[in-house]
């Protein structure tokens, strides 16, 4: 046993499963006690922030000025804080207007504010309207040019509260993210419901493993017992097993899964109940391979030894045929957790995983981000992050059982 | 040859019988894909008898024993323990059945669990011959007794498991085994064949000295026609599932009456006869 544990430890691919399940299983557990509370508390109204660090506005401003700010005099701080504020838009704005004022247009570097607004000064006029151009338009262009010079004349912002100045803050003056009270870094930023998508996802990845070990338990128990009943016993046991492990393999799982999903009513589809039913679809196959190992196995003479000791059949199975198994149903459990996992995830895409609203899981965030269309507005942190976690995890697991394999079955070493 | 036998072929017909036959045949699939393993086959096996079955390689030997050990059902005929038609429906009536029947199998690497240890296979035959209730010096006792029977010294053997043994070890364990069972009858399934020559020898005697201290019924199965004439007492003599000859082992082998036994004699490899160079042409060698 020890000497066993000591070769898959020595298995460069289980080890590297294994480091990487660990993490996974670290951070779950880590975590939420760094930063509690409910994965599916909706801390933003909008929809998809952007990831990355949020600092409350209101704070930054009330900042008193003598003690938290620091007068800052940076050369570049006017161009930067221009060409942020002129959009691709208003470019394409100035840029017209410039066309229509016969400006020469060869050569102009839309991305070169300065050399931009240098030529839009010398050539504005409120007065002009060439043929055609609508008064809407004429405004249009009036409203561009007083944003314009406001960016660029504006002055110090003054706070105020029921017309008494509480403060004055220039150009020049900086705070340190640290002494602002208020700061919140959202690495992922949010979903559609305005939620932090690093805590939700990990919530997920904690019910979405769990949903994968059930189901794993419960396809493993239920796969074990049967090949063992139907290798061990023989006769019309076994036919009666192979003949419903037939039926699950012609039918396609994922379809009776979706079925069984379906005719549960929403209110009884928890995590645990669609864990049960993805156990109780994907029994079969390790069903199907327990009973050959075991129909091989029953046969030597170490049975049959233990049945001339007149040992039960109970007793044989468990001390002379389980232990000789148990490395394949060990792997079998693995592979029926990674599979749990995905299972759950393409259940959860088409709407029917668990009940919403108490627990994420991996597959509803991807059925969310869908559901809102994540991927056609460019919210990516909304949905790669689900699809990277669920394939660490399936590929530390099957890092894991390769490693597993090769421990014991010698011959498939490289 | 006769001087080449360690014992002496007795007469056993008056003896009581142990073991016995009738018309006992074993079939396996059916339509076109039956196969005869055993067909219609009778014998009568007799307390303290060295019975061999001889046979080649699927003759049915294996299958017939474990029919005779309970551990396979046959198809048609009847078989009788101690003059008894035998009754193993239940699993209270199998276990019984097997106090009185044990075996030895051909591969004693395939014989234990390797998740157990020696101490817990030697244990557990006290415990089926009723000692489980012993004080554990008791126990020890007998488990060193029945070691230093087949020469290993039970000291060495505790908390090993028998996977560090070598093979003539691990068998000479199993007759350990046995010793401390004492059945009616040993069934020994080519016990011989998976160990070395100097085992071999050994194991042959332990066997000898079973059946003389113990009385015990020994059916030795082999492929060996050889070895049967060399310790057997009566040989069955088995081809595609049938005796062929049967009888006391001089009379079989010094006067072998089926071709089929002719040729099994024909083919074992006489070390005494002087080699023939006479067919070997030396000068073109």
Known sequence: ?414 | MNEDRIVASKDFTNAPLCLSGRHVTKVFGFGDKKTIAVNDVSFDFHEGEFVSIVGESGSGKTTLSKILLGLLNHTEGEILFQGQPRDISTGKKRNAYWKGIQAIFQDPFSSYNSFHKIDAVLLDCINMRGGKNLPMEKKIEMMTEACSFVNLKFAELTNKYPFELSGGQMQRLMIARIFLLKPKILLADEPTSMVDACSRATILDMLLQLRDEIGMTIIFITHDIGLAYYISDTVYIMEHGKFVEYGKADEVILNPKAAYTKRLISDVPKIHEEWDLSTVDLANG
């Open chain 1, 1 to 414: 046993m020890k000497n066993t544990l000591r070769n898959i430890f020595h298995s460069g691919k289980f080890v590297a499963g294994f480091v990487i399940f660990v993490i996974l299983l670290v951070t779950i557990i880590v975590y939420p006690l760094i930063n509690p509370g409910s994965p599916l508390e909706q801390i933003g109204v909008g929809t998809f922030a952007k990831p990355g660090t949020y600092v409350s506005l209101y704070d930054a401003a009330k900042t008193s000025p003598d003690r938290e700010r620091e007068t800052l005099r940076l050369s570049d701080a006017d161009d930067k804080r221009l060409a942020k504020a002129l959009s691709d838009s208003d470019r394409v704005l100035m840029v017209e207007w410039l066309g229509l004022k016969g400006v020469d247009l060869e050569g102009i570097d839309y991305q070169d504010t300065e050399a931009l607004l240098e030529l839009w000064h010398e050539n504005y006029d409120s007065t002009f309207k060439p043929k055609g151009m609508t008064s809407a338009a004429q405004k249009k262009y009036k409203r561009l040019n007083d944003a314009l010079l406001d960016l660029q004349t504006g002055d110090n912002l003054t706070v105020m509260s029921e017309g008494e100045t509480l403060s004055t803050i220039k150009k020049t003056d900086y705070v340190n993210v640290g002494t602002v009270t208020n700061v919140k870094l959202l690495p992922l930023g949010t979903d559609n419901f305005g939620r932090d998508v690093l805590k939700e996802l990990v919530g997920a990845t904690k019910t979405s493993l769990g949903v994968g070990i059930v189901a794993g338990i419960v396809a493993t128990l239920l796969g074990l017992s049967m090949g063992l009943l139907s290798g061990y016993v023989g006769g019309i046991v076994d036919d009666f097993i192979m003949f419903i492990t037939n039926l699950f393999t012609v039918i396609p799982g994922f379809i009776l899964l979706i079925l069984i999903s379906y005719s549960i009513s929403q209110e009884y589809r928890g995590p645990a109940t669609v864990a049960a039913v993805i156990g109780f679809t994907s029994w079969p196959w390790t069903a199907r391979s327990v009973r050959s190992q075991v129909i091989s196995l029953r046969n030597r003479d170490h049975v049959n030894l233990s049945k001339l000791s007149g040992h039960s059949m109970l007793r044989i199975v468990v001390t002379d045929i389980l232990p000789y198994i148990a490395s394949y149903v060990v792997m079998a459990f693995i592979l029926q957790v990674s599979s749990g996992i995905l299972s759950e995830a393409q259940l959860s895409l088409l709407g029917l995983g668990p009940k919403t609203t108490t627990t994420p899981t991996l597959g509803l965030m991807m059925n969310w981000a869908m559901m809102y269309s994540a991927h056609t507005n460019g919210s990516w942190w909304a949905y790669f992050p689900v699809i990277l976690t669920i394939t660490l995890i399936s590929f530390s697991l099957n890092l894991m059982n390769t490693g597993l394999d090769q421990v014991f079955n010698p011959t498939l070493r490289d």
